[in-house]
């Protein structure tokens, strides 16, 4: 909504507070001022000026010469490139000196040989934007009424000399899409009152009813509409302050007639449309739903079709406007129109609101009726229009209105108390405060022992609840003025649960190693839902997929990660290190929700690492993905509870996979993709992982704790035992460290065998063994005793022996 400051004083009183001081204390009363504009944009030295003669311009067919007085002595010389100059007009003249908008100065010039003192200027060189230039002017100069004075300052006849206030309405604030309820709304800030305008209305002897009557067949889309028939009008230009008024508001002028209703509708916030009475083709208006496949050419000469979900104006027969949006261009007010029907109304806004969606016409009048308007300036809207037509477009106002009024008003009463409004605001105003803002608002109210009952008018449709009756009195008494204070309670600071903690360090750890986050769908199809699944189910199909290839929901993240890496690959991307954390759905029964589980899974491919200058190049290989996987686990604390078992999968390598455990319960695998599957997937050598997230996360893991440094040497003895191939090295691992007691600190695999040396079936492994004491110095003799019941133990559990 553009509000022009110098119209507001019409209404109230600004003495003494500026157009930037106003728009500060409406922003701090709850309406953002989102600009002022200052409408002469910087120029000055511009005067109305006569012009007295003009010839052809003796060196150029499109300049005329022109002698125009502006008010200081001789006439001057002004060269004009205008179309539409001519002898006798009033024109705006930027003199020697002057200054433009764009900081343009204006100097003695010549042009093709002839003096120019000054410049005669259009509209757009003052600053007002083209489209909002009246049509008549829009090529050329701007022309004043002839009873302009001369030499009187051409900016403040124009009304550039005003500033106008952009005000950002949210859409409960409707009643201020108006000049009268910005004033009720300025009035209240400033304390001041609001002068609302007088209707001059004269009526001839006759009555309306002999002209024109009106039928609602959709009462409750039109529950109140009323209209005036104003005869013998002269079609013309408006006054140049009407005129000025409405383009700083945003609408370009036609003619009186149309500009009244326009002005009206920024006045009183209440939609006009003026019919030509002669070109109706009836005498009755019908308000009514269209019909199916009935059609309406709008004032925009577009032929719209309408439906039964459209209200629209008719004659009794044919459409001509379509109700709240555009009129019709068979009714339209013309240069020879001499009777005038004027249309005053209240539109339901759901109907409204479907026209301007359907057709993508929303204009100024749709706006206001979307909002929702004031009815009871109905009639006092269209009882000012016909006034001022009769005063500016020389009409006769016939007696009477026209009407059919079937608009129940309702009052919306709220009754708050003293004590409510200060314990919400925090505050401590007095009963005699809260009067005055409700006095200032001008609602009706009444006051008992700290109650108030308010009867809210009409124009203010935003308030029907204590709250709003709240915040009503909060920001006229000022959002400064309420006290801050700080919640009372105790303070639980956020932050994440132990669950979350490790999952984001699990990222982290994992692209610190050289991995990269992928997110991919939750849907599959049926062929590769339970692919690589710890756990299966019966597919979970969705009701509507998008495609099959998006039907079902996952069980394994491994499919769509394969399908990433095989993306990369095609796409010369050959080294891939892809991780995803996210969610697999396994079903419970036909009618509960499934079980959502959370998975960690990953997908490697190509090279590890390579330093080409040093001839050095690792592959990916199944001790590379394990070695990241063990980091991890030792990160968590769970590096001597984990366990690899070798294992068969479906679509991994045979001899290349092993199962996860933790606490011998199986959580994940690790292995190679199977030949056949690298192929389908068009990938090279592949490894995968996925693991139970949820499981391992949820591990209790005991509180670290300090060990010394130990102060005493350690005594390390290698063995290499010879035992059947199928025998598993962890299995002797595990039996080594329960054997060895406490002295025993580390065991690791160093070597395995397998050749001429040693007898068919069989293969030599070897182990080192870390012995010490930190609270002393072990002698040979008490480790010889353990190490000797180590080897035993290996004999007797696996019939190893000595490789000698």
Known sequence: MFVSYKWLQEYVDLTGITAKELADRITKSGIEVESVEVLNKGAQGVVVGHVIEREQHPNADKLSKCLVDIGEGEPVQIICGAPNVAKGQKVAVAKVGAVLPGNLKIKRAKLRGEESNGMICSLQELGIESKLVPKQYADGIFVFPSDAPVGVDALELLNLDDEVLELGLTPNRADCLSM?????????ILGR?????AIELHENSESVQDYISVRVDAPEDNPLYAGRIVKNVKIGPSPLWMQTRLMAAGIRPHNNVVDITNYILLEYGQPLHAFDYDRLGSNEIVVRRAKASETIVTLDDVERTITENHLVITNGSVPVALAGVMGGANSEVQDDTTTVFI???YFTSPVIRQAVKDHGLRSESSTRFEKGIDPARTKEALDRAAALMAEYAGG??????????TWQPKDVVVTITLDRINRVLGTSIKKEEVAGILTNLQFTFTEDHGTFTITVPSRRRDIAIEEDIIEEVARLYGYDHLPATLPVGE?????LTPYQAKRRHVRRYLEDVGLFQAITYSLTNEAKAAMFALETAEPIRLALPMSEERSVLRQSLVPHLLEAASYNRARQVENVALYEIGSVYLATNEHELPNEKE???????????AHLWQGEKKAIDFYVVKGILDGLFHMLGLENRMEYKQAKREHLHLGRTAEILLDDKTIGFIGQLHPVVQKEYDLKETYVFELALTDLLHAEVEDIRYSPIPRFPSITRDIALVVDEHIIAGDLQKAIIAAGGELLKDVSIFDVYKGDRLPEGKKSIAFSLRYYDPERTLTDEEVTNVHEQVIKAVEQQFGATLRG
């Open 599 to 609: 998975r960690l899974a990953g997908v490697l491919t190509g090279v590890w690492h």
């Open 396 to 405: 006769e106002v016939v007696g009477g209105v026209v009407e059919v009024n």
């Open 180 to 188: 009268i309820g910005v004033a009720y709304e300025v009035a209240a």
């Open 193 to 197: 009152s609001v002068k609302l305008p």
């Open 491 to 495: 303070v639980n600071p956020g932050k």
């Open 343 to 345: 249309e005053s109304a």
